[in-house]
């Protein structure tokens, strides 16, 4: 399974663009980046994935660069409630026997100032 | 759907005894996941089934623990005996496929004592 690097942590200012890197050097054709969060003790909750594509929803977007080694999640305008712990994941979506496999790494844990 | 449903979220009992964990995945997903999560080590995932078979518990920390599903609305995590180092919070986890949207349960707040 391809792993991934985040910092351990990030401040960003209320109302910023948060950018939140990640790095997946070892990334194979067939795995997935996927972006997670976990507020406080919640269960985590799925933010955006892509393949090497951008990509944007309602939520965030997901820059992949083109060699697939690396990504970087942004949060468009950072808000107090977007103070979370944020996962990169890569994910085999085929051809493996670890097929849908879904690994936490440590995550940033991201803080939003006011 | 009401998402993913574990039970009980709290639970606390003496060291020795046996606690059963649940879960209800979300109705048609394929994928169920259990992991632990601790403040030394993380989210750790611990097993993972497919069409209610298991495809890798080597996160299974020891035979104390086991895991089953059978059928597909219903998995349990058991743990016997118990010890004071399986505190911690689980969670379950469904998604419809290899490669959708994995949704998560409120989790379970084990403490052992």
């Known amino acids: 399974d391809a792993k991934t690097t985040q910092p351990p942590s990030m401040d960003c200012a209320e109302g910023r663009a948060a950018n939140l890197p990640c790095n997946h050097s070892?990334?194979?054709?067939?795995?997935?980046v996927y972006w997670y969060r976990q507020i406080h003790s919640q269960g985590p909750q799925y933010i955006i994935h892509?393949?090497?594509n951008n990509e944007t929803n309602e939520m965030a977007s997901l820059i992949i660069t083109e060699d697939r080694k690396s990504s970087t999640l942004i949060l468009p305008h950072a808000t107090l409630r977007d103070t979370a712990v944020y996962y990169c994941?890569?994910?085999?979506?085929?051809?493996?026997?670890?097929?849908?496999?879904?690994?936490f790494g440590q995550g940033t844990t991201l803080q939003v100032k006011p | 759907d009401a998402g993913v449903i574990q039970s009980p979220r709290h639970e606390v009992t003496e060291m020795g005894q046996e606690v059963t964990l649940r879960c209800k995945p979300i109705?048609?997903?394929?994928?169920l996941f259990w992991y632990r999560q601790t403040m030394m080590r993380g989210l750790e995932l611990l097993i993972y089934?497919?069409?209610?078979?298991?495809?890798?518990d080597s996160g299974m920390p020891e035979d104390r623990f086991s895991a089953k599903m059978p059928n597909a609305s219903f998995s349990t995590l058991k743990i016997q005996p118990s010890e004071p180092r399986d505190s911690a919070v689980y969670f379950c986890?469904?998604?419809?496929?290899?490669?959708?949207?994995?949704?998560f349960g409120q989790g379970t707040r084990l403490t052992v004592v």
């Open positions: 892509g393949l090497k």
């Open positions: 994941i890569v994910r085999v979506v085929a051809g493996s026997s670890n097929t849908g496999k879904l690994i």
């Open positions: 089934f497919n069409n209610n078979v298991p495809i890798d």
């Open positions: 986890a469904s998604t419809l496929d290899s490669w959708r949207v994995a949704f």
């Open positions: 070892t990334i194979s054709g067939n795995e997935y």
């Open positions: 109705s048609g997903h394929d994928y």
